[in-house]
């Protein structure tokens, strides 16, 4: 399950013992810090017994069950309940009693009238309402329940590490906002053409991942980190890019390896098929391992601005949010109105001065307003 993986806790166990499984079958799930794992049968075989129940938390490489490969399998149809019998049908209802008689309508043309009022008498004023009870109010609103639900192995990692960063780096948050209409127009043009000829949709993700890149090797010490036990900084020449995916287990974020190398195409590839393992459980701990900067787009959900917090052991991060259609000033002094995103970057003060922060975000944002930047690598 990796190197940095020495325990998890047991979430399933779909078999019980004496039941037959085949060769790949999940016989337990697996919960560590990071993914769930499968426990798969390695082959054919009866299920004599599992070591551990939901809940347990059990090392890596112990036995978790034992498995007899000499079993055979069960005939088809085996085990089967037989059919139920038909029930029977339900006797009819009695018949229903007849409607009692109504009483004969009044003879036309004879109505009596309503007795006058006695006279010298008048009708009494109504009560007043009763005052008003504020104690009755409140104890009438409803029930107020509360439910618990334990954390997830992965949830308590998340917290412990969100907590880590806070309590190690000197986190600053620097902003600047990008007129997205530039490479919105870019898209609309050549999306089709791109989808048909690398068979992904154009978003926007890619564009920031070659914009951060070229930013990265125009500020190494973004890409850099601090080694606390040696007292060094760490440059590392090569650029991992991690992207925020959600899954159904919470955010995870897997690694775009070398992004240096990787066209606009890759990347979209890339991305894609790390969504897809996410939505289906399947995102190996390699594909999260490692990353020397990460990019978190927390605009898909509708943020306008926020404070990203670091992955340690990286030094900084990206915030991408909404694009909003907001009044500007252009070059000429009119006011228009242009689509807007507000860009943060958190970092290590510790590491990253901040002529060195805000210069690697006016480069990003200035590679999103030109796409063309990217193309002659200016």
Partial sequence: MGDSITEGTIVDIPVAPGDFVNVDDVVIVLETDKVSVDIRA????????????VDDVVEVGSALYRLDTDAEAPADGAGEAPPAAAEPEPAA???AAPASTPPPPPPPGKTT???PPPPGRTTPP?????PLNVESITTTLGTRPERRSKMSR??????????ESQNTAAMLTTFQEVDMGNFMEMRVRHKDEFEKKHGVKLGFMSVFVKACTSALQEVPAINAYIDDEAKEIVYRDYCDVSVAVASPNGLVVPVLRNTEYMSFADVERTIALFGKKAREGTLALDDMTGGTFTISNGGVFGSLMGTPIINQPQSAILGMHAT???????????VVARPMMYL?????????DGREGVTFLKSVADKITDPSRLVFDI
């Fill in 324 to 334: 909003k259609m907001r009044a500007v000033v252009d070059e000429k002094g009119n």
């Fill in 344 to 352: 943060a970057l958190t970092y290590d003060h510790r590491l990253i």
């Fill in 113 to 115: 009238p309503p007795p």
């Fill in 42 to 53: 390695p082959e054919d075989g009866a299920v004599v017994e599992i070591h551990g129940e």
């Fill in 154 to 163: 992965m949830r308590q990692r998340v917290a412990s590490r969100l907590k």
């Fill in 126 to 130: 109504p009560p007043p309402p009763p």
């Fill in 93 to 95: 209802a009695p018949a």
